[in-house]
């Protein structure tokens, strides 16, 4: 046993943590090839090494995965310092350019002369599809507002496709569920945000980021487009560009009379508060959101108004309608807050009388000690609990909304 014990502790040393073995790029200048400074490390890595995120049967683990800025021709090594083989008979340690290789297409470079080589064709490389949006940014560390694009793509783009399947690996690393789409799906539409940057005298573009919406069919017609995918690149994280993206997407689907409403696929909780930014920027402009109005409560002209001039549909409507009340609310009256309160969660509390009318239909078939199991699992106390913790932790998410409102 202390041998087996033993063996163990010399194989867990052959253990790697792919977040952290993995290195990530985004690559201007050749200088940048060596500078440790910009690299950035995944969020996930299960989709290639399983859940433990783990690579067995190396020390020392580098695996270098660096795009170029724009075209995001891309540079795969793989680097270690020793292999289990090395040292133990009959142990196989993981394939690792295997699996990476499954994740990103064909063409990439092993040779760090032949990317540098390829890095002088970036010149050449402009935004795919039409430009819907321009901003800027001003730059701190730089001293000078960054001019950045947002355009609109789709696979009859000459290159593009080639160039979403290099994009479209970086879902891999920072969303937690992420696949691959078909883009051979023309209902597909692609968003993607692009920096304007000088080398040399020379405009380029580098890519920041980017969002694919599928358009749903609606009897009889209409379409629904939904946000499927969304990703701002580490490096350009924080600067608002995510609000920039949305926002265009939404007015660009606003003029279409064939849209219904815009919805999301599974939307995460920094999603949900960024369309929560978004969307009360549009709507607070809007009669029937007016303060005067606020104060009566959530209203069919408020759904009819919202969902005809911005295509947002009746929920996401009265989430604005609450952020909106809340900011129009003097907190510190207790009439006031108490009224608000009370509002929020007649709403919340929906899900809990559902429970307990499903429970009164199971409970006609129930041996007592089963109703009363049944009974404690939604004990009014614990209803009241989880309400008021629903209730302060949305109100928590409504400030912040406020807040970034009040900033801009």
């Known amino acids: 046993m202390a041998a087996v014990n033993d063996m163990e502790k010399k194989l867990a040393e052959y253990k790697c943590d792919t977040n952290e073995a993995i290195s990530l790029k985004l690559v201007r200048f050749p200088e940048d090839v060596e500078d440790d400074g910009i690299t950035f490390h995944p969020e996930y890595s299960h989709q290639c090494f399983g859940d433990d995120e783990i690579a067995f049967g190396y020390k020392g683990l580098h695996i270098q995965l660096y795009y170029s800025a724009g075209n995001l021709t891309t540079l795969f090594n793989v680097k270690y310092s020793s292999k289990v083989t090395d040292k133990f008979d009959c142990v196989e340690p993981d394939d690792i350019e295997g699996k990476i290789r499954d994740i990103i297409p064909a063409g990439f470079c092993c040779n760090t002369d032949d990317f540098i080589t390829l890095l002088e064709k970036e010149s050449k490389f402009k935004p795919f599809g039409a430009l819907l949006h321009t901003y800027s940014v001003h730059n701190e560390e730089a001293g000078e507002d960054i001019t ?24 891999m690393w920072f969303i937690e569920t992420a696949s ?16 304007k940057y000088n ?8 890519t920041v980021g980017y969002m694919t919406v599928y358009n749903y069919y609606v009897f009889p017609d209409k379409t629904r487009p939904r946000v499927s ?6 490096p350009f994280q924080g600067e608002g560009h995510g609000a920039q993206l949305l926002e265009t997407v ?9 849209v219904m409403d815009i919805t999301a696929e599974d939307p995460s909780e920094n999603y949900v508060r ?10 607070q402009s809007l009669p029937s959101f007016s303060p005067a109005n606020l104060v009566h409560g959530f209203s069919k002209e408020m759904v009819t108004e919202s969902q005809e001039k911005l295509k947002i549909n009746k929920k996401h409507a ?33 899900p809990y009388k559902k429970n307990q009318r499903e429970l009164a239909k199971m409970t006609r078939c129930l041996r007592p000690e089963e109703m009363s199991n049944q009974i404690n699992i939604i004990n009014l106390q614990v209803q009241h609990e989880e309400l008021e913790k629903s209730y302060q932790e949305l109100l928590a998410d409504y400030k912040r909304v406020i807040e970034r409102l009040a900033q801009a």
């Not at 995918?229 to 580490?234: E, F, S, T, Y």
């Not at 960024?274 to 709507?283: A, E, I, W």
Request: charged share 35%; proline share 3%.
């Open 148 to 171: 950045y694009q947002i355009h609109k793509a789709d696979v009859s783009c000459p290159g593009f496709r080639e160039y979403h399947e290099r994009l479209q690996t970086f879902l």
């Open 180 to 195: 691959f789409i078909d883009v051979d799906d023309e209902k597909w539409d692609y968003f993607l945000i692009f920096e």
């Open 199 to 206: 080398k040399d005298g020379e405009t380029l573009f580098a």
């Open 229 to 234: 995918q969304m990703i701002i690149l580490p």
């Open 250 to 258: 939404h007015r660009y689907y606003m003029t279409d009379p064939k």
């Open 274 to 283: 960024l369309r929560d930014f978004v969307l009360v920027k549009f709507c």
């Open 318 to 350: 009265r989430r604005v309608y609450e952020i909106l009340r809340l900011r129009a609310t003097d907190m510190s009256d207790a009439d006031h807050a108490r009224a608000y309160r009370l509002e929020i969660k007649k709403r919340l509390v929906g």
